[in-house]
């Protein structure tokens, strides 16, 4: 009895507001018109009152209040597009992200009336979402983007202020966790949302407080006491609001966020180190186009290079992988050509995506049996070589993978999951108990469409979108066998062991060795611990191995 009149009100607010697009559409030439002709003689009578961000002193300011907005101040990107075809993309599917771009023209024609244009990416994003959805894309995904999109200069000066208080055109949902747990922002103020269900869906409409009251927020919260600093954006007229409520302002140009402006990654107020969601690059409107005109191609190319990958010998996969547009570069082969062992080898991998033991295969020019903790049936079915799946149980592993070196050799992933960025998470030293003949092997995997691993998604596609990049690139470095008397068989215990080859490892590609373990990303990435019973291995939600420093 609930939904009828929640789902007329839905339609009679959808109605309305397609009303005035259309109507704003009719009229946009005459009123565009105008404009420019109001703007143009403003523009002569306005005298320029504000100093650019980047001569903004910043020394003597930790005790200082500032207030600012996120989007156009903070954050390069001046559109909020991208941002929101991210919540529709991670949290609504790729049905409701296409709608959001076949309407992408509309927003653009009333980009001159912000609030309705916002009102309409808003509807679209978050109608029928649930609530725990959205959240885990505020959690998950939009803080790569934010921090790979804020702005240098007036983050320096950001940063420099103790107390921040910080506005945004954008819902609350979508900003406060990244800017209370990533930049220490004190109050938000944002769009509030409408939720249906007791709070568990979001109907897509603003809520009856309205899009924020900028003087209103600004008016309760500090009264007649003035913030210390203000960031005003150049191409808002709404930052002049700020105005009376700040002893110093500082302007934010367009000329000043460029990627010049580009905030760099070792000055992330947080190291980026986990992140999930399957886009690899910022869906503007361009981008978000390109996408789906490639999605066709892109599914018959994955499955073209699956289907030569199960076919055809590991000596005419570099050529294939080639021509299918893969870029295949292999290092240190010639550590194989050296006498061969008395004792099988252990190859100790660095775990970037699910195919890291078929990268090595296809390297080494023949199939090695890889132990995981993270697979799935069509991966396991996708693999040309022996998988087996490791428990947490120390003892039946390592019985395991003792035998599986008796027959030959074995790869392993000693990290046990993945990881996007530059960085090496915690080396289980179960590796280092086997044998002494272990040889380190440095793998990396970049692509630019579309992430092959998730944390909280469906891990049987990550295999089918890995190879619908269009043109991923993979490496693949042998570092030779690790001196005998570096191993266990010379006296080190297997931790220091595990610990020199994580930073060996870690020299060669240039990334950054870390203490993390897999349940600090899955307790960051989706708020549990990785850990699933054998019984529900099947559907590729990974293990947790047992093996502790």
Known sequence: MVLPPVFFKIAARWHFTCFLAARKIKTFGFHHKNNNTTTSSRAHHTPILHTDVSKCPLEGR?????????????????????????????????????????????????????????????????????????????????????????????????ASCGRKVVLTRMPRVMVERFLKEYCGVETVYGVELEMMNGGDYFTGFVSCSGLVAKQSALKDLFGEVKADLGLLCSSSSRDNLL??????????????????????????????????????????????????????????????????????????????????????????????????????????????????????????????????????????FLAPMKTVRLTRDRQHDAAMMKALLSEGDLAVCPEGTTCREPYLLRFSPLFAEMTDEIMPVAVDVKVGMFYGTTASGLKWLDPL?????????????????????????????????????????????????????????????????????????????????????
């Open 243 to 380: 105005i009376p409520y700040c002893k110093e302002t500082y302007v934010v140009s367009k000329s000043t966020g460029s990627n010049s402006n580009k905030l760099p990654r070792d000055k992330y107020p947080k190291p980026l180190i986990f992140h999930d969601g399957r886009l690899a690059f910022l869906p503007t409107p361009l981008a978000s186009l390109s996408l789906f005109l490639f999605l066709p191609m892109g599914i018959v190319l994955a499955l073209l290079r699956l289907i030569i990958g199960l076919i055809l010998p590991f000596k005419m996969s570099f050529l294939t992988a080639a021509l299918s547009g893969v870029h295949f570069r292999v290092n240190g082969l010639e550590n194989l050509s050296n006498e061969k062992p008395k004792k099988s080898v252990l190859y100790v991998c660095t775990h970037r995506t699910l195919i890291d033991p078929i990268l090595l295969s296809t390297a080494v020019q023949k199939p090695v049996p890889a132990v995981t903790y993270s697979l799935s049936l069509f991966s396991e």
């Open 465 to 549: 979108l890995l190879v619908m990049n269009p043109t991923p690139y993979y490496r693949v470095e042998l570092l030779g066998r690790l001196e005998k008397d570096l191993t266990c068989a010379g006296g080190w215990s297997a931790a220091e062991v595990a610990n020199r080859v994580q930073r060996q490892l870690g020299d060669v590609l240039g990334f950054e060795c870390t203490g993390l373990t897999r349940k600090d990303k899955y307790m960051m990435l989706a708020e549990n611990d990785g850990v699933v019973s054998v019984d529900h291995q099947n559907i590729g939600i990974g293990i947790k191995h047992g093996c502790k420093r």
């Open 62 to 158: 930790e005790n200082q209040t500032l207030v600012c907005d996120f989007d156009g101040t903070l954050l390069r990107p001046t559109s909020l597009f991208p941002f929101f075809m991210l919540v529709a993309f991670e949290g609504g599917g790729i049905l409701r992200a296409l709608m959001l771009l076949l309407l992408s023209p509309v927003i653009f024609l009333l980009g001159s009336n912000r609030e309705v244009a916002l009102r309409l990416m808003i509807f679209i994003s978050f109608f029928g979402l649930r609530k725990k959805d959205v959240n885990l894309v505020a959690r998950a995904v939009l803080p790569k983007f934010y921090l790979e999109n804020l702005h240098r200069q007036a983050y320096e000066v950001f």
